[in-house]
Antibody, heavy 119, light 108 residues
Framework: EVLLVESGGGLVQPGGSLRLSCAGSGFTFSRYSLNWVRQAPGKGLEWVSYISTTSSTTLYADSVKGRFTISRDNSKNSLYLQMSSLRAEDTAVYYC????????????WGQGTLVTVSS | YVLTQTPSVSVALGQTARITCEGN??????VHWYQQKPGQGPVLVVFDDGDRPSGIPDRFSGSNSGNTATLTISRVEAGDEADYHCQVWDMSRNPLFVFGSGTRVTVL
């Protein structure tokens, strides 16, 4: 069974930092491109960041560029999102997601981890 | 690129629900649909306009043409009550994955 389990969310003050982690299991982690997608309370889904299988390519939404850094450790089956200079508008549930192999869809999502930015 | 979805759709038990996703020439892109129940992560229900992942019942189907993609849920069950999100992908744009605003389906 494919599982993606996020951790690291919590309450942080504006301007602060937080590191999210995602542990993958049930599949060959190194063969899949991965992304972070977030959902603000009561809102729709928003793509945040992408990383290729070998970490050679990373991409970011304009809203987080320069503040967030995506990385992965294939030896540990883990994906990370380092978030800094956090703002109130970054408050959301953050999902770790796996891209489909032969399509532009997302075939598995984690359960999400809530990040709240507030003083 | 903007995807527009109707905020809510109500459908009687056993009837057919149609959820639309509008975008400029969306018919030229592959559209994917996700079901999201309260407190849970989304689940892929239709990909590449009309294909279903294994385990998704054939009551779920999709179509895509012109400026509108449609997710159709036939013989609606109580368990189909959820939010549904459409999505397209475009490597030449930022954001990489574009999602619609979501449609809340209520089963009467």
């Amino acid at each position: 069974e494919v599982l993606l389990v996020e951790s690291g969310g919590g309450l942080v003050q504006p301007g602060g930092s937080l590191r999210l982690s995602c542990a993958g299991s049930g599949f060959t982690f190194s063969r899949y491109s991965l992304n972070w997608v977030r959902q603000a309370p009561g809102k729709g889904l928003e793509w945040v960041s992408y990383i290729s299988t070998t970490s050679s390519t990373t991409l970011y939404a304009d809203s987080v560029k320069g503040r967030f850094t995506i990385s992965r450790d294939n030896s540990k089956n883990s994906l990370y999102l380092q978030m800094s200079s956090l703002r109130a508008e970054d408050t959301a549930v953050y999902y770790c997601v796996r891209e489909c192999t032969d399509s532009s869809c997302i075939d598995y999502w984690g359960q999400g981890t809530l990040v709240t930015v507030s003083s | 690129y903007v995807l527009t979805q109707t905020p809510s759709v109500s459908v009687a038990l056993g009837q057919t629900a149609r959820i639309t996703c509008e975008g400029n020439n969306i018919g030229g892109k592959s559209v994917h649909w996700y079901q999201q129940k309260p407190g849970q992560g989304p689940v892929l229900v239709v990909f590449d306009d009309g294909d279903r992942p294994s385990g998704i019942p054939d009551r779920f189907s999709g179509s895509n043409s012109g400026n509108t993609a449609t997710l159709t849920i036939s013989r609606v069950e109580a368990g189909d009550e959820a939010d549904y999100h459409c999505q397209v992908w475009d490597m030449s744009r930022n954001p990489l994955f574009v999602f619609g605003s979501g449609t809340r389906v209520t089963v009467l």
